[in-house]
């Protein structure tokens, strides 16, 4: 017990150093593309991002055919606008079940999650933009003796 301290300034010598934040590092496959999985709602999307034009497929149908809407396009978009790097990165990506704006919220958070994978350092900017955050929000289940989720059959008195 020869150890002991003897005053508190032996005490503050002994402060453990402070933890360093987590380096996150590169993830490329052989082929130099970085893949993540994004999901929103019902819907799954392999995403996967490699430098190039900027050419987004969908299901091997270009974005424009696959998501008609400007919106969802849009959305698509939101994660490469927020870096800064729109029309860098070729996106190819698969998305199974859901609708359409579902799907297009799975290839949002895939995109964000490929870009980091890609980039660790764009990780601030897209976690500040609420990108790679997966949004858990789900279909409420049919409850037995209603008529949906929450919406009750019409009562009568008599």
């Known amino acids: 017990m020869s150890d002991t301290m003897q005053s508190l ?12 934040a987590p380096k996150y590092v590169k993830k490329v496959d052989k082929h130099g593309r970085a893949y993540a999985t994004g999901k929103r709602k019902d819907a799954v999307a392999r995403v996967w991002i490699k430098p190039g034009a900027g050419k987004v497929t969908v299901n091997t149908r270009e974005v424009e055919v696959y998501f008609a809407r400007p919106v969802l396009r849009m959305m698509i978009q939101q994660p490469l606008v927020a870096a800064a790097r729109a029309g860098q990165y070729d996106i190819v990506c698969t998305v199974a079940g859901g609708g359409l704006s579902g799907q297009a919220g799975a290839v949002r958070h895939g995109i964000s999650k490929a870009l980091t994978y890609f ?28 008529a949906k989720a929450r919406k009750s059959f019409q009562f009568s008195k008599r």
């Open 119 to 146: 980039e660790p350092d764009l990780r601030t900017v897209l976690k500040k933009g609420g990108f790679l955050t997966r949004d858990s929000r789900v279909v409420e289940r049919k409850k037995y003796g209603r």
């Open 9 to 20: 300034d032996q005490l503050s010598q002994l402060k453990p150093a402070a933890p360093e």
